[in-house]
């Protein structure tokens, strides 16, 4: 059967910055795959990061991103021939700063503005190639006003993108200061989708490897806190504060999360059980472990209190409070905090710490944090509906106009979503059966460590 390009399904290709150690990033790629696979199971989804596979993480599970490699006439040549539609995003992708990069990739400024990883995240295939495949923003973050040789560039990309979608108001103000006319759609993001991917009887069994490694109370509800590098200087701050509030509405357990080992969130875990260990009985969940373990810790909690744009979400997405620790004045945190109602949530001062966690785990702020959920889920479902959409229409107009190969295309189409089927299933049995054998494991060792401690100890292993 002759088609213009071989893929006999839509095949669609994700980009961004998922492979690097950050517990959001690594979503993005989960998430949009399952999401594609729901509406239509047959498409193949394959995500594309600007080192991918040649820069593993250990956070990333063993799922790799393919390479980009260097934005050249070459690559994007390759892109656009094997593709049918590419979508950019989600995260903090629309700027020019490639330097900045480098800090996340372990390479050199020089080596990452010669890559150009803002090629691809900014400019596409390029204006001639994306009428052949076409590429969309995928609930991208615009971090930065432009300046005007940005103005100009994104103003020409914004004119080829098939559909454009920013995951807060901040975002697209910045966008329509280019005097882009066209839509530019508000989406939020498409973490609040996690559920779907990390079901509660999975994230039962999470808590039970966090208990039993002892970085995870007991039993109850902790408060959760989590912070990075770029607010070290607060900590002790927000340590006073935390401790402020435990004295003034009761004491329970604090659990130190760490969600962006490459933002440095280790150093500021030390720094919060350095100042609470002596008053507080202070746990730590470390940056080595699983997605799975870090959307547990957060589901768990009485109250999630963090810096981490995705720990919110998360929170969110499990009807958790959070408190969002805005005091690096990041603008995704500003424009989520807006977007969901949050703003009298969002600290941009230590101080306030004590009264802001009292308000948001008030039994009247439930109602807000459900409905909030509600009208994410049903906006970023509606999103994903268009992506999928776009897709098949891009597929379609790129195979022959003969209708006579229509029925030898649906039996293709059959025998394809029947093997990718029986692929996924395969994939999901294998991983239940790792997960189930490391589980098996973990309690062998806690009944070891049970037994050598002795029935008659009460020293908590997770004690900082």
């Known amino acids: ?32 795959e399952r999401e594609v696979a729901e509406r239509l199971e047959v498409a193949e989804t394959v995500p594309y990061s600007p080192y991918g596979w040649e820069h593993p993480v250990p956070l990333d599970g063993g799922r790799y991103a393919r390479p980009l490699g260097a934005w050249t006439d070459q690559r994007c040549d390759e892109l656009t021939s094997d593709l049918d539609l590419l979508a950019i995003g989600g995260g903090e992708l629309i700027h020019h700063r490639d330097d900045v990069y480098a800090v996340y990739y372990d390479d050199d400024e020089a080596t990452l503005i010669q890559r150009r990883p803002s090629g691809f995240f900014i400019d596409g295939l390029g204006a001639h190639r994306e009428d052949r495949c076409s590429v969309v923003w995928h609930s991208v973050g615009v971090p ?17 993108k098939t559909y454009v979608s920013v995951r807060d108001d901040l975002s697209a103000r910045r966008l329509r200061a280019t005097s882009f006319d066209g839509d530019i759609h508000v989406v939020p993001d498409s973490g609040i989708l996690m559920p779907r991917l990390f079901p509660d009887v999975l994230l039962e069994r999470r808590m039970r490897w966090l208990r039993s490694m002892g970085w995870y109370p007991a039993a109850g509800r902790p408060l959760v ?15 006073d504060a935390i401790g402020d509030y435990l004295n003034r509405w009761g004491h329970r357990p604090v659990v130190t999360l760490e969600i962006g080992p490459t933002h440095g969130d280790g150093a500021f875990a030390t720094a919060i059980r350095d100042r609470l260990g002596r008053s507080t009985r202070v746990f730590s969940v470390p940056g080595t472990v699983t997605q799975e373990d870090i959307v547990a810790a957060i589901a768990g909690a009485e109250v999630f209190v963090g810096l981490s744009l995705h720990g919110s979400i998360t929170a969110l997405a499990y009807g ?6 805005d005091l690096a004045s990041y603008t995704k945190l500003d424009g989520f905090a807006r977007l969901a109602g949050f703003t009298h949530l969002r600290a941009t001062e230590t101080t306030v710490l004590p009264e802001m966690i009292a308000g948001a785990v008030a039994p009247d702020h439930a109602d807000h944090i ?13 999103h994903f509906d268009v992506l999928v959409e776009l897709a098949l229409v891009s597929w379609e107009r790129r195979r022959t106009g003969d209708p006579a190969p229509l029925r030898e295309l649906a ?3 059959a025998d394809e979503r029947a093997y990718s089927s029986a692929l996924r299933r395969a994939n999901e049995a294998l991983r239940q059966r790792l997960l189930e054998e490391r589980l098996m494991w973990t309690e062998r060792v806690d009944g070891a460590k049970a037994a050598q401690s002795g029935a008659g100890s009460d ?3 997770g004690r900082a």
């Not at 930065?144 to 080829?160: H, Y």
């Not at 958790?320 to 620790?325: A, Q, T």
Request: no cysteine; aromatic share 8%; proline share 4%.
């Open 1 to 32: 059967m002759a088609l213009i390009h071989a893929n006999v399904a839509p095949r669609i290709g994700v980009a961004g910055t998922f492979d690097v150690a950050n517990f959001g990033d690594l979503l993005f790629p989960r998430i949009f």
């Open 370 to 382: 459900r409905s909030v959920a509600a009208d994410f889920t049903r906006r970023v479902d509606q």
């Open 320 to 325: 958790i409070p959070s408190v969002i620790l």
């Open 411 to 413: 039996r293709s189409l």
């Open 459 to 461: 020293e908590s292993p």
């Open 225 to 239: 806190v989590q912070g990075s590098a770029w607010i070290l200087q607060h900590a002790d701050g927000v340590g």
């Open 144 to 160: 930065f006003d432009f300046d005007s040789e940005t103005t100009k560039r994104v103003l020409r990309a914004l004119e080829t």
